[in-house]
């Protein structure tokens, strides 16, 4: 497993605790520009990869901020053609710099979502959370009800220009499943709420290029056996991307939790890694804010992204050593 870190586009206090801490590779947004709009751009992409190569960091991984979702594309209105170019360029540009992984979702209208950002867990620490029933008389977003199968043709036509793309510059689409794993949600459906939904997807276009990032607390939400689904995607060489988290409960009501204590056995799922020989990059995702942050980035703070590092690396070396026993 390669240990990786999501870090912003300069250097800063977690670039350097994520080193000191033993991170290995970056993932980054994409390249933000003076007018505060996303790059995608070869110079600005070069650019923030030679930042990270400077101090130390192999940027592997491209996980596109909020700000650039192609929901356009999602959704299937005017304007979709061109999210769809842009990825294109941003693919075609990974490849010529040897940025080999692009996560991606199909999240329509909007990204990860949480009905609260400020549910105290152990020793007072803030974790994000979930109640659909909070959500049922939310109102419609402005794209109205947007029903399953549409996402699916979307989703089609998406593969079917970008695939080629990735194909041909060595760049590994990486999909994540929704977060939560309900449908629908404000009328937006959401359709890659389950394993198996997952794996239609990335079928729907056959490609050595196209897989997924295991998303652990997601999949946990729907009910997923998580050892068990690494082990099946994992084998099947479908794996290029880990999201290493946990939750309690299930898609209409749950909690994230510290990573020691969510409901998934956490070290079967890195043996499981161990087992498919996943050599991929794996990132710290949503950790507890813990005492003396201010919990404006919910999910993302530092002092809980060290104390998970530590534990996913306590883990990694005692599977490692039971493999070789």
Known sequence: MKIAEVLSQYPDRLWRLAKQAGVTHAVARLPVQADGTPSYEYMDLLHMKQRFDDFGFK??????GLDAQMHRMKLGIEGRDEDIAL???LIRNMGALDIPVFCYNFMAGFNWLRTSVSTPTRGGALVTSYNHALMKDAPLTPAGIVPEERLWDNLQYFLERVIPVA????VKLALHPDDPPVSPIQGISRIITSPAALK???NLVPSANSGVTLCQGSLAAAGADIPHEILELGKAGKIFFVH?????????AFSETFHDDGQTDMYAAVKAYTTVAFDGPVRIDHV???DGENNREPGYGEVG???ALG????LLEAAEYEKKS
């Open 288 to 290: 507890p804010t813990m």
């Open 200 to 202: 239609r997807a990335i």
């Open 311 to 314: 534990y996913l690396k306590g």
């Open 59 to 64: 940027l592997e991984v491209i996980e596109p």
């Open 167 to 170: 194909e041909a510059s060595n």
């Open 244 to 252: 290493f988290r946990d939750i309690r409960g299930q898609a209409h």
């Open 87 to 89: 990825c294109q360029q």
């Open 305 to 307: 992204r060290l104390f």
